[in-house]
């Protein structure tokens, strides 16, 4: 299941997120995909988009090395968490995606 956001892609497959960043997110983190698995996610934050306010959703790992998840350049992210913003227009499908992480999260 994925869904497409202004600052990247959000994608549930299996026992993983995948965070597909565009443009220059994508440069910042030096690679085109950011695999997150689930068993590593401590913290999920969701925040719908609204007409004025654009809808986000942050993972963060416990991991200090992101260079696991895919991630070339380290030091432009914050090691701790992975964010994709969206417009209210992508709303339905992030929330789509939302309860697929969030019942794959309580398993």
Same mark, same amino acid.
């Given at each position: 299941?994925?869904?497409?956001?202004?600052?990247?892609?959000?994608?549930?497959?299996?026992?993983?997120?995948?965070?597909?960043?565009?443009?220059?997110?994508?440069?910042?983190?030096?690679?085109?995909?950011?695999?997150?698995?689930?068993?590593?996610?401590?913290?999920? +934050?969701?925040? =719908? %988009?609204? #007409?004025?306010?654009?809808? /986000? &959703?942050?993972?963060?790992?416990?991991?200090?090395?992101?260079?696991?998840?895919?991630?070339?350049?380290?030091?432009?992210?914050?090691?701790?968490?992975?964010?994709?913003?969206?417009?209210?227009?992508?709303? +339905?499908?992030? =929330? %789509?995606? #939302?309860?697929?992480?969030? /019942? &794959?999260?309580?398993?």
């Amino acid at each position: 299941m994925r869904a497409n956001g202004f600052s990247g892609d959000l994608e549930i497959d299996g026992g993983r997120v995948v965070i597909y960043p565009h443009k220059v997110q994508a440069k910042a983190a030096g690679t085109s995909a950011i695999a997150i698995p689930l068993s590593e996610v401590t913290a999920f +934050d969701y925040k =719908a %988009a609204t #007409r004025l306010v654009a809808g /986000s &959703a942050t993972f963060k790992v416990a991991a200090d090395d992101v260079r696991a998840y895919g991630v070339d350049q380290p030091n432009h992210l914050t090691a701790q968490a992975f964010k994709v913003t969206w417009q209210r227009k992508s709303e +339905d499908d992030f =929330a %789509a995606v #939302r309860q697929a992480i969030e /019942s &794959a999260l309580v398993r």
